[in-house]
């Protein structure tokens, strides 16, 4: 075979079919990603495997003993028919079937020791396999292999499609054995400071390592490589804003900002005032203040981001915040002109003369309502401008765009926020926002172009939130569960019932017709794929598929069923969810808010940014197909008053990891703890483009809850940021240009290049 690269098609390596398996499945397109799938385990080759643990549908490689070989002749045709006993050392058995006997009867003879792939089945009440292939540790026929055996640790392979185990193995060894060269992007001081082996001779000790090491250091440098590249690409980043010169804003004494000071009916938190002076110290610098403000759910970010604003309006220009949905939009709009009074009637009849106007922008807005709202923006009339997805159309046009908030920042891509970056006449200062929790690890790898500022402190006056598990076979649990609802209404407080769909109108339909045209921004689907094994590369065997998943409640449904509920009756109950019309929409908002509606049912539009201080109680229908932090963003929508919140989470699904999960949610209240353990179920997610979640990710080999990989995250960090500061092109670098320009695909150096 002629000699590959590692940018060579996987198609020069293995048939058509294979590679379009490796690339649907895994993301396997290169010579080179095939290098870098790390096994999911190893086998000891002088070590049986434990039989009692194989489990019905999972695809093994084991390694175990012939203890017993028999041949019949076949009932119904001709041939003969051969049954193997596998043994373990403590002696559990496993069954092997193969049809025909031929070529088999005399390898597998008892006493000989192999490995053998396949499916377990069942026959009768006995695990078994059947005709799998294996490979003997004693088969003279094979002398490389068991020389191979008798020396190295046995590498296992998630495997798809007809690529078994023995056969991924074999690929990558052939791989290893025909690229003509390896690049190095990690520079030689980098290696020795680090400790770091050469990557021929990771990949080495990740694919072939010998009994007398472990891949540790090999894997070790395969995590490095992808931390070391991605900090370099945010590095580069980072360097590139430092260049960009704006235009500093600070706030006038006397002005707006001092005006809505005065008028503020709480008290600032520490961490609110602490925040609030980091802005305003950015602000007013030449170079764009690019910062990401997280926080708990309820810590006044909002607030925070409203100072920075004005501070901005009060400099003579414009801010522009970007929410992920009408209602929430919607929402913003009306706190915001709430909390300013006059001060948000600039220009107008009964207006302060220190205000501003505050126009909102969204899609489906009337004619006159969208036309008005153009006009305020490109005039300068409105200071500050809260609109969905419809502020980066090409047609909206600021006068003097000053500052960009951007609220939920995971609801959008980093081509969409840059979007509405490029609207100002100078670079924009910018600040993200998101009410879900960051771990420091994923802070410096997503968002390691930005400063972090965080608020953990929740303002006085807060409630404590009570969450509780509530199993839905249980019909007793779910009676109780609606009494509760009952019992709060007649308090005079309110309720949500959060489901994830929308569903049919038709009150006969439990599953929606069209639930999979549930709007993107009002749903955010979870990752449902099984964790991935190769984290940890001595895991035990691989966890089988999970079952299909039940259907869904939808809105529609609910709420037919709690109108017909004895324990209701008399509530008043309404539906909201993002496909309603926009005034709809406003108007069951403005409806729950004035408290003329009990029971609010609807989807997740409800999560962030929704403050309703006289609701106590939620209700999260299917709670289990949300995500940890999602959960954890619903219920902060309970308990803002003075009122201590319940939320109770209704699961259909008996499965351990459904139950471990909302567990957790239950457990704690702490937003950070339940970010880290989100992390354990759900993938990272492209840290360098639109992708937020999902399997296509730019995270490869790094897990960002493991201790081990945030140190060496923080290492790679520090490593690269001094790199890119004296070589931010790197001309004198080229095999780490190399793997940047490999790593960032078509889309993601545009939005790169954009900074």
């Known amino acids: 075979m002629a000699l590959l690269t590692e940018d060579s098609p996987l198609t020069k390596l293995l048939r058509k079919t294979d590679a379009a398996a490796l690339a649907k499945n895994k993301g396997l397109e290169t010579v080179g990603d095939l290098l870098e799938l790390v096994p999911r385990k190893y086998l000891p080759p002088n070590e049986l495997t434990d039989l009692s643990r194989l489990r019905i549908g999972e695809n093994v490689l084991i390694i175990a003993e012939v203890a017993a070989a028999t041949t019949r002749p076949m009932r119904n045709r001709r041939g003969k028919l051969l049954n193997v006993t596998l043994a373990d050392e403590a002696g559990h058995q496993l069954d092997v079937t193969f049809f025909n006997a031929y070529g088999h009867e005399r390898k597998l003879s008892p006493g000989v020791r192999g490995f053998f792939v396949g499916q377990i089945g069942t026959y009768g009440r006995r695990l ?18 068991i020389e191979y055996y008798r020396t190295h640790w046995v590498p296992v392979y998630s495997t798809t499609g007809k690529l078994n185990a023995f056969r991924m193995r074999k690929l990558v060894h052939q791989a290893l054995d025909t690229v003509d060269h390896l690049r190095e992007p990690l520079p030689e001081e980098v290696r020795a400071r680090r400790s770091l082996p050469g990557r021929a001779e990771a990949l080495e000790l990740v694919h072939r390592p010998p009994l ?38 600070r706030p006038r004494p006397g002005g707006l ?58 400099a003579g220009g414009q801010a522009a915040m970007l929410a992920p949905t009408e209602v929430l939009a919607a929402q913003h709009h009306r706190s915001i002109s709430e909390m300013l009074g006059d001060l948000a009637m600039g220009g107008m009849l009964g ?133 509760r609802v009952a019992e709060e209404v007649a308090k005079g407080h ?64 609910m709420w037919h069923e709690l109108r017909a509920k004895p324990e209701l009756a008399g509530v008043r109950t309404a539906v909201l969810h993002g496909r309603l019309e926009t005034d709809e929409k406003e108007a069951t908002m403005r409806a729950f808010a004035a408290g003329e509606i009990d029971v609010l049912v609807a989807t997740t539009v409800i999560e962030v940014g929704v403050d309703v201080p006289n609701a106590s109680v939620m209700v999260v229908v299917d709670a289990d197909r949300f995500g940890i932090s999602q959960l954890h963003q619903l219920r902060g929508r309970v308990g803002r008053g003075s009122v201590p919140g319940l939320c109770l989470l209704v699961t259909t699904d008996p499965g351990e990891r459904a139950v471990e999960r909302l567990d957790l949610v239950a457990g704690t ?70 793997a940047v320009a490999t790593r960032l695909d078509e889309d993601q150096a545009i939005w790169l290049e954009r900074g």
């Open 257 to 314: 900002l001092a005006a809505f000071d005065e008028r503020l009916p709480f008290e600032l938190t520490e961490g609110q005032r602490l925040v609030g002076e980091v802005l305003l110290e950015e602000l007013g610098r030449e170079r764009p203040m690019h910062r990401l403000l997280q926080g708990e759910v309820g810590s006044g970010k909002t607030v925070v981001a409203l100072r920075a604003m004005l501070a901005a309006v009060d």
């Open 212 to 249: 007398t090491e472990r891949p540790d250091r090999g894997i070790r440098r395969l995590k490095y490589d992808e931390a070391f590249v991605l900090q370099s690409i945010l590095a580069q980043r980072r360097k590139a804003s430092e260049a960009l010169v704006g235009t500093p804003r």
């Open 128 to 145: 078994q396999l059947t005709h799998p292939d294996y490979e003997l540790i004693d088969d003279e026929d094979a002398a490389g292999e």
């Open 494 to 557: 309110q309720a949500y019932v959060v489901c994830p769909r929308i569903g049919d109108p038709d009150p006969g339909s439990r599953l929606s017709s069209d639930s999979s045209e549930e709007d993107a921004a009002d749903w955010e689907p979870v990752d449902w794929a099984e964790v991935d094994w190769s984290e940890d590369a001595w895991s035990s065997e691989e966890e089988p598929a999970p079952p299909p998943a039940p259907e869904l409640t939808g809105v529609y449904a």
């Open 669 to 738: 209240t702490d937003g950070f703890e339940l970010a880290r353990a989100d992390l354990h179920f759900r993938r990272e997610g492209d840290v360098l483009g639109a992708r937020q979640s999902g399997r296509s990710g730019s995270i490869r080999h790094l897990r960002l809850t493991r201790a081990e990989d945030e140190q060496i995250i923080a290492d790679a960090r520090e490593d690269a940021f001094a790199l890119i500061d004296t070589d931010p092109d790197l001309r004198r670098h080229p095999a780490l240009a190399a």
């Open 351 to 483: 207006g302060s003369d220190r205000g501003t106007k505050v126009a909102l922008l969204t899609g489906s807005q009337s004619t006159a309502a969208r036309r008005s709202a153009l006009l305020d923006a490109a005039s300068g009339a409105a200071g500050i401008v809260i609109g969905t997805h419809a502020l980066i159309q090409k047609h909206v046009q600021f006068a003097d765009l000053a500052l960009v908030v951007v609220d939920e920042q995971h609801r959008f891509g980093v081509e969409q926020r840059d979007a509405l970056r490029e609207k100002g006449a100078a670079p924009p200062h910018v600040l993200v926002m998101t009410a879900t929790p960051i771990p420091r690890t994923v802070a410096m790898t997503v968002f390691g172009d930005m400063e972090t500022s965080t608020l953990r402190e929740l303002p006085r006056g807060r409630s404590p939130i009570a969450t509780h598990v509530v199993k839905a076979d249980r019909a007793g649990w779910m009676q109780r569960t609606w009494e």
